[in-house]
Nanobody, 115 residues
Framework: QVQLVESGGGLVQPGGSLSLSCAAS????????MGWYRQAPGKQRELVAT???????NYADSVKGRFTISRDNARNTIYLQMNSLKPEDTAVYYC?????????WGQGTQVTVSS
């Protein structure tokens, strides 16, 4: 059974930085695309960034140039480095792993950008 555990959320001031981690277990991690999604109150869950097993990345336009997704296949972990944070980045951030036709999700971690 795939399990994803996020960590690293919190409260940060506008313009600040925060790093998220997601530890995965239960799959052949290096084979699968991993990603970060977020959901703000009253809004649908949206893509933030994805990274393939080979390291190819994709970003939402709203975070390009500010966020960086990476992965460590030896540690079965992905990361999201978030810089120049804005209040509109406030959301619950979810880790995602796509295994065949199935999406697996972590429990989410809250990121709040506020002064």
């Amino acid at each position: 059974q795939v399990q994803l555990v996020e960590s690293g959320g919190g409260l940060v001031q506008p313009g600040g930085s925060l790093s998220l981690s997601c530890a995965a277990s239960g799959s052949i991690f290096r084979l699968y695309t991993m990603g970060w999604y977020r959901q703000a109150p009253g809004k649908q869950r949206e893509l933030v960034a994805t990274i393939t097993g080979g390291g190819r990345t994709n970003y939402a336009d709203s975070v390009k140039g500010r966020f960086t997704i990476s992965r460590d296949n030896a540690r079965n972990t992905i990361y999201l480095q978030m810089n120049s944070l804005k209040p509109e980045d406030t959301a619950v951030y979810y880790c995602n792993e796509k295994v065949a036709d199935t999406d697996y999700w972590g429990q989410g971690t809250q990121v709040t950008v506020s002064s």
